[in-house]
């Protein structure tokens, strides 16, 4: 989990470089979204780390589930910037940072998934994707 929080941590300060960027280039419509995905990647953070201090490992569970809607609003953002950045080639230096943002975060989510496995593994000796009820729930 060292690893993960480390790399998530890397990450974060890639955001944050972005940010400053952002702050130099014109407003654009679509942070809206990348924002929303910050919202949803910082919760299921938080969500993952209450699930280890309280050995939950269902709550875990759900929060690894839930990492599919963070790579559909990831997938979701890329289409609109990529249209975006077609129709106005102006834009593109600023939806490049936004972009790279929006990957950071959805990296973050896969990173608060591995913990998700950890605190699975710990507390029932197996992989959590091996669990037949999480099998049923993909299904």
């Known amino acids: 989990m060292a690893t993960d929080l480390e790399r998530i941590g890397d990450l974060a300060e890639g955001i944050s470089k972005r940010a400053i960027t952002l702050n130099d280039q014109s407003k654009i419509d679509l942070t809206v979204g990348v924002e929303r995905m910050g919202r ?18 269902r709550a875990a569970v759900q929060v690894w589930m839930a990492d599919s809607d963070i790579d559909e609003m990831y997938n979701s953002i890329l289409r609109e910037l990529l249209t975006y950045m077609m129709g106005d080639s102006a834009m593109i230096n600023a939806s490049t940072a936004l972009l790279f943002a929006a990957k950071n975060l959805e990296r973050i989510g896969d990173h608060t998934s591995n913990i998700c496995e950890v605190i699975y593994f710990t507390s029932h000796g197996s992989q959590l994707i091996d669990d037949d009820a999480v099998q049923s729930l993909l299904r």
Do not use: I
């Not at 949803?40 to 490992?57: C, P, Y």
């Open 40 to 57: 949803q990647v910082k919760s299921q953070l938080s969500a993952a780390l209450n699930a280890f201090l309280r050995e939950d490992t």
